[in-house]
């Protein structure tokens, strides 16, 4: 999101303001350690293809424990699960479909939420009333009912995935956004460019939502971490990406009965999501920390 | 007040209206594939044709909606077509068995995320608040399904102390619903427990508290009768509101501990096409989540007294 916002200055002053505010992260090592956590799965996933792992899908030898030996000499870091497959090879390669489909959901989210919410309050008028209203209509529908609904009936793909969390997600930034720039309308510099005679559009991309983007980088991450676990929860109800790719919710669900004699199977998936998402959220928590300091 | 209640009820008929006529309309273009999953992969289309026809489901799609929407205001839901039962029949003691779950859950996690809430926001920056600060944003990064696997992996697998299901066949077991509520309560308190900690931590910059202070109250005084009153007015609305998406929790819970609830019933509705259980399901789940809103709107109004509805 981040650079989303800031490609739209590609001065090298914004460059030197980003080296910056990277450096402000050595302040909190909350902050810090949010973000390895988060580096580390996607240097995996991007590095996972060239990685000596076995195919994430191949059926090898069942039912093996973490560090087991394989029949090939190799070793099953992991252990392998009941279809035998690698699943140090499955948790990798899952990383990769999370990150890639909870990134997409929460920038589609949020450029549909952060549209809104800036024509909502910069426009104001008729347009917050019908925003506002199908944002309340939408906010007060519990958000699992939408998910299952949506993917139930239009079908479990990634399509589908991004569609429905931005239905879930985009009402709460709208209300957000449209705080920030009810509140930044009001400063000088809007009223500059106005008497400039820029046009609302301008004022809107231009000057309105990079001046917001302190408090909506922070909710960024908390909504990244927040998609992540709602993306393995349908994986695990069933309402998850179609198989045979490796997804961290679905490695759980096929899995969980079998805890009596393997439990490593559903742990390790289950250990991963959890160690994403608290990246996510340290690093919500160590920017919201920095950011109250100045 | 009343005119806030009108206004709420207004608009809660309305999203219901909208959304039940949506679902029926989904339903609608998908109605064969349904009948395909009552009789079966190897029937043939015309029989699925005259399921349909013999059921019911080939009236035009106006007035069937009209007569579902004069049934369910007298209470009656429609025909199950999963458990060939009425759906009230099966929609009302499962929602019993979740109400079970969700008050032992608020019932637990309400005392503890505001006891540490509290003890965390009274001095800010202590080692109190940064081990109940970072302690709550460790629980909520592990989603609820994540937890259940390690607890049952644990208690269950390991020790061997609790069941790893909780159907409930023989009646009502504590030693069944413990896990699912435990689950729950540590998945939802940190959220809470952060709240209530801003709250408080808020209120003691307060000019009044230091009035109080330094006025040579004692401090625990300062707190239990100054500071907690106006700390608790936020975490009560955020704990009314969790209602709306405690039904997440909920439905993942009852899947992987196979408890025969509410949620899980909606989540079998929608994936076998029950088009009746949807409808009944999301009425309810709207319901739930408008009627919390509503209550949450008029506690924070008879708590704070700077707030009054003119």
Same mark, same amino acid.
């Given at each position: 999101? %981040?650079?989303?916002?800031?490609?739209?200055?590609?001065?090298?002053?914004?460059?030197?303001?980003?080296?910056?505010?990277?450096?402000?992260?050595?302040?909190?090592?909350?902050?810090?350690?949010?973000?390895?956590? &988060?580096?580390?799965?996607?240097?995996?996933?991007?590095?996972?293809?060239?990685?000596?792992?076995?195919?994430?899908? #191949?059926?090898?030898?069942?039912?093996?424990?973490? /560090?087991?030996? #394989?029949?090939?000499?190799?070793?099953?870091?992991?252990?392998?699960?009941?279809?035998? $497959?690698?699943?140090?090879?499955?948790?990798?390669?899952?990383?990769?479909?999370?990150?890639?489909?909870?990134?997409?959901?929460?920038?589609?989210?949020?450029?549909?939420?952060?549209?809104?919410?800036?024509?909502?309050?910069?426009?104001?008028?008729?347009?917050?009333?019908?925003?506002?209203?199908?944002?309340?209509?939408?906010?007060?529908?519990?958000?699992?009912?939408?998910?299952?609904?949506?993917?139930?009936?239009?079908?479990?793909?990634?399509?589908?995935?991004?569609?429905?969390? %931005?239905?879930?997600?985009?009402?709460?930034?709208? $209300?957000?956004?449209?705080?920030?720039?009810?509140?930044?309308?009001?400063?000088?510099? &809007?009223?500059?460019?106005?008497? $400039?005679?820029?046009?609302?559009?301008?004022? /809107?991309?231009?000057?309105?939502?990079?001046?917001?983007?302190?408090?909506? &980088?922070?909710?960024?991450?908390?909504?990244?971490?927040? %998609?992540?676990?709602?993306?393995?929860?349908?994986?695990?109800?069933?309402?998850?990406?179609?198989?045979?790719?490796?997804?961290?919710?679905? /490695?759980?669900?096929?899995?969980?009965?079998?805890?009596?004699?393997?439990?490593? /199977?559903?742990?390790?998936? #289950? #250990?991963?999501?959890?160690?994403?998402?608290?990246?996510?959220?340290?690093?919500?928590?160590?920017?919201?920390?920095?950011?109250?300091?100045? | 007040?009343?005119?806030?209640?009108?206004?709420?009820?207004?608009?809660?008929? *309305?999203?219901?209206?909208?959304?039940? @006529?949506?679902?029926?309309?989904?339903?609608?273009?998908?109605?064969?594939?349904?009948?395909?999953?009552? =009789?079966?992969?190897?029937?043939?289309?015309?029989?699925?044709?005259?399921?349909?026809?013999?059921?019911?489901?080939?009236?035009?799609?106006?007035?069937?909606?009209?007569?579902?929407?004069?049934?369910?205001?007298?209470?009656?839901?429609?025909?199950?077509?999963?458990?060939?039962?009425?759906?009230?029949?099966?929609?009302?003691?499962?929602? +019993?068995?979740?109400?079970?779950?969700?008050? *032992?859950?608020?019932?637990?996690?309400?005392?503890?995320?505001?006891?540490?809430?509290?003890?965390?926001?009274?001095?800010?920056?202590?080692?109190?608040?940064?081990?109940?600060?970072?302690?709550?944003? =460790?629980?909520?990064? !592990?989603?609820?399904? +994540?937890?259940?696997?390690?607890?049952?992996?644990?208690? !269950?697998?390991? =020790?061997?102390?609790?069941?790893?299901?909780?159907?409930?066949?023989?009646?009502?077991?504590?030693?069944?619903?413990?896990?699912?509520?435990? !689950?729950?309560?540590?998945?939802?308190?940190?959220?809470?427990?952060?709240?209530?900690?801003?709250?408080?931590?808020?209120?003691?910059?307060?000019?009044?508290?230091?009035?109080?202070?330094?006025?040579?109250?004692?401090?625990?005084?300062?707190?239990?009768?100054?500071?907690?009153?106006?700390?608790?007015?936020?975490?009560?609305?955020?704990?009314? *509101?969790?209602?709306?998406?405690?039904?997440?929790?909920?439905?993942?819970?009852?899947?992987?501990?196979?408890?025969?609830?509410?949620?899980?019933?909606? *989540?079998?509705?929608?994936?076998?096409?029950?088009?009746?259980?949807?409808? +009944?399901?999301?009425?309810?789940?709207?319901?739930?989540?408008? @009627?919390?809103?509503?209550?949450?709107?008029?506690?924070?109004?008879?708590?704070?007294?700077?707030?009054?509805?003119?």
């Amino acid at each position: 999101m %981040t650079a989303e916002i800031q490609s739209n200055d590609t001065s090298p002053s914004a460059l030197s303001k980003m080296v910056k505010s990277i450096g402000l992260l050595r302040e909190s090592p909350i902050a810090i350690f949010g973000l390895s956590l &988060i580096l580390f799965w996607v240097i995996l996933a991007i590095l996972a293809p060239v990685l000596p792992l076995y195919d994430p899908n #191949a059926p090898l030898e069942p039912f093996k424990f973490p /560090m087991s030996e #394989a029949r090939d000499g190799g070793l099953y870091w992991l252990g392998t699960d009941h279809k035998g $497959r690698d699943i140090l090879s499955r948790v990798i390669f899952g990383a990769q479909q999370v990150l890639i489909w909870a990134t997409t959901a929460t920038v589609v989210a949020y450029i549909v939420g952060m549209l809104m919410g800036v024509i909502a309050g910069y426009l104001g008028g008729w347009y917050d009333e019908v925003i506002s209203f199908i944002s309340n209509v939408l906010l007060s529908f519990p958000v699992i009912v939408l998910y299952i609904i949506i993917i139930t009936y239009l079908g479990a793909t990634g399509f589908n995935i991004v569609l429905a969390v %931005t239905f879930a997600s985009a009402p709460g930034i709208m $209300r957000i956004v449209r705080g920030l720039v009810l509140d930044l309308r009001t400063r000088d510099y &809007i009223f500059a460019a106005q008497t $400039r005679g820029e046009s609302s559009m301008y004022i /809107m991309l231009v000057e309105l939502l990079p001046n917001a983007r302190g408090p909506l &980088i922070v909710d960024a991450c908390l909504r990244l971490g927040y %998609t992540t676990i709602t993306i393995a929860m349908l994986g695990y109800l069933g309402l998850g990406l179609p198989p045979p790719d490796p997804d961290w919710g679905k /490695m759980i669900a096929e899995t969980q009965p079998l805890g009596s004699f393997a439990g490593h /199977m559903a742990v390790v998936p #289950a #250990a991963a999501i959890s160690s994403l998402v608290l990246g996510f959220n340290l690093l919500a928590d160590g920017l919201r920390e920095i950011s109250m300091k100045d | 007040m009343l005119i806030l209640a009108f206004r709420r009820f207004l608009s809660m008929a *309305l999203i219901m209206v909208i959304v039940s @006529f949506t679902l029926f309309a989904i339903f609608e273009s998908d109605k064969l594939a349904v009948a395909g999953k009552v =009789l079966g992969p190897y029937s043939s289309t015309e029989q699925r044709e005259l399921w349909l026809e013999n059921n019911g489901y080939n009236e035009p799609f106006l007035e069937r909606y009209v007569t579902w929407v004069g049934n369910a205001l007298t209470g009656d839901f429609g025909y199950s077509i999963q458990y060939k039962s009425p759906v009230s029949e099966v929609l009302w003691p499962r929602l +019993a068995n979740t109400a079970i779950l969700a008050g *032992l859950y608020m019932a637990f996690m309400i005392p503890l995320s505001l006891t540490l809430g509290v003890i965390a926001g009274m001095k800010e920056g202590s080692l109190q608040d940064r081990v109940v600060s970072v302690g709550s944003v =460790l629980t909520t990064s !592990v989603p609820e399904f +994540a937890s259940a696997t390690f607890f049952s992996a644990i208690f !269950v697998f390991w =020790l061997g102390w609790l069941p790893g299901t909780s159907a409930m066949t023989s009646g009502f077991s504590w030693a069944e619903i413990f896990l699912p509520v435990f !689950v729950l309560v540590v998945y939802g308190f940190g959220y809470t427990a952060r709240m209530t900690r801003a709250s408080m931590a808020e209120v003691m910059t307060s000019h009044y508290i230091r009035t109080a202070v330094l006025k040579g109250i004692p401090y625990r005084r300062v707190i239990m009768r100054h500071a907690l009153r106006n700390a608790l007015i936020a975490p009560f609305t955020v704990i009314i *509101l969790q209602l709306n998406w405690l039904l997440s929790g909920v439905i993942v819970v009852e899947v992987f501990f196979a408890y025969k609830g509410f949620g899980k019933l909606l *989540l079998d509705g929608a994936l076998f096409g029950d088009i009746y259980v949807i409808e +009944a399901c999301t009425l309810v789940a709207v319901f739930v989540a408008v @009627f919390s809103q509503f209550i949450s709107d008029i506690g924070y109004t008879l708590l704070n007294p700077r707030i009054r509805f003119t």
